[in-house]
Every structure is written in structure tokens, then in C-alpha cells.
């Protein structure tokens, strides 16, 4: 590296804003099984405002208004509850449901087991990225990178460590999707702020 790439480098260090990602949880979708199965009709029966159409699909909707989630239960006794915005609160809208659906007489045995399969997040990046360098600069991915903007004018990302699926746009915003944690979605949205402010792809506004 000459002397002028360097002082650009320790200028560019310097000048340069330190803006952080914003990043904001959407949905946390979590499941529980209890070991039997439910009879949906009895649900359906014992709480009317639940929407059961079973020529159309096999599950019941189940709604709570705190917190504000959305649960669907299958006959198998699986059950799968979104709309949550962290991973306490989905798993005591599991809890919740168990109990409210145990006092209106269905039969819930045992404790369910509640697993985060899920976590949604918008990402604000805090300037814009050079999605077309980014394509060039990573192409070694093998298929976990994906940019055909004629198509769509998103790039796809697919970090293996922590794991997680981005999707980009050149505005700096993105979608994280497919991680289990809320942690593991701020581990891999900052390994990827890190890379793209090393790679020099984040344009900052002045």
C-alpha cells in the first residue's frame, strides 16, 4: 500500500461517520407439540372467535390480543405462534394459549416444549450499499449469494455463521430472516456491517 492509499485510509477512518445499524425485531415465530392430539372441533366449539375452515386448510387460528400474536393448531397438537416481537413474548403467548385453552376444557397434558424456528428483522444500514460490487466481491459464496436485478432488485445473502438470510437493497435496508436468536440476528447483521464498511460498499450520505 503507497503512502497516499494509506493516508486515504486513515482519513476515510477518521472523516467517516460511525453510524450503526438499526435494527428492529418484526416476528419471532416459535413452535410447541403437546404429545396428543387436539381435537380442533372441541376448540372451535369452546371458543367461536377461532377460525377453523378445514376444507381449506388443517390448522386452526387461534388469536390473542396480549400479547398481540397469532397461533395456528394442528389436529397433531403442534402448534405455531407468530406475530411476536421478542422471544419472551412468544413463548409466553404459547404459555397463554395452553392455559386459556386448558380453562375452556380441552385437554393439555403436560408442559409443551416452546423452540423459536424464526426470527424476522428490517435492518437499516445507515446508507447505501453497492449491491453489484458486493455480488463481484463475494462471488467465491458458491450459490449463497444471489443478484440478478433484472429479475428483482434485491441481492441475497446467505451467512452461514451465524445463520441467517439477508436480503439487501441498495437504499441499506434489508430483511434478516432464518435465524433462532434475536442474538444471532445482531451477530450477523453486525458481521455484515463490518465486511461491507471493510470492502468500502457502504455509502455513507454527507
Known amino acids: 500500500m503507497n503512502l497516499s492509499s494509506s493516508l486515504f485510509a486513515l482519513m476515510r477512518e477518521f472523516l467517516m461517520p460511525n ?113 453489484l460490487e458486493l455480488y463481484e466481491s463475494e462471488r467465491g459464496m458458491r450459490g449463497r449469494i444471489v443478484y440478478e436485478p433484472e429479475q428483482f432488485p434485491g441481492l441475497i445473502y446467505r451467512m452461514e455463521v451465524p445463520r441467517a438470510v439477508f436480503l439487501i437493497f441498495s437504499s441499506g435496508r434489508l430483511v434478516c430472516t432464518g435465524a433462532r436468536k434475536e442474538e444471532d440476528v445482531h451477530r450477523a447483521v453486525m458481521e455484515l456491517h463490518q465486511k461491507l464498511e471493510q470492502k468500502n460498499l457502504i455509502h455513507h450520505e454527507e
Do not use: Q
Open 19 to 131: 453510524v450503526e445499524p438499526i435494527i428492529n425485531i418484526e416476528n419471532i415465530v416459535a413452535s410447541a407439540t403437546v404429545k396428543h392430539g387436539i381435537e380442533l372441533s372441541s376448540v372451535v366449539t369452546a371458543f367461536p372467535d377461532a377460525e377453523y375452515r378445514p376444507g381449506r386448510f388443517p390448522g386452526l387460528v387461534f388469536r390473542l390480543k396480549k400479547p398481540k400474536t397469532s397461533t395456528l393448531i394442528f389436529g397433531s397438537g403442534k402448534m405455531i405462534c407468530t406475530g411476536a416481537r421478542s422471544e419472551k413474548e412468544a413463548e409466553r403467548a404459547l404459555r397463554k394459549l395452553v392455559k386459556v385453552l386448558r380453562e375452556g376444557g380441552i385437554l393439555i397434558m403436560g408442559k409443551p416444549e416452546v423452540k423459536v424456528v424464526n426470527v424476522v428483522a428490517t435492518v437499516n444500514l445507515g446508507g447505501s450499499v453497492d449491491l
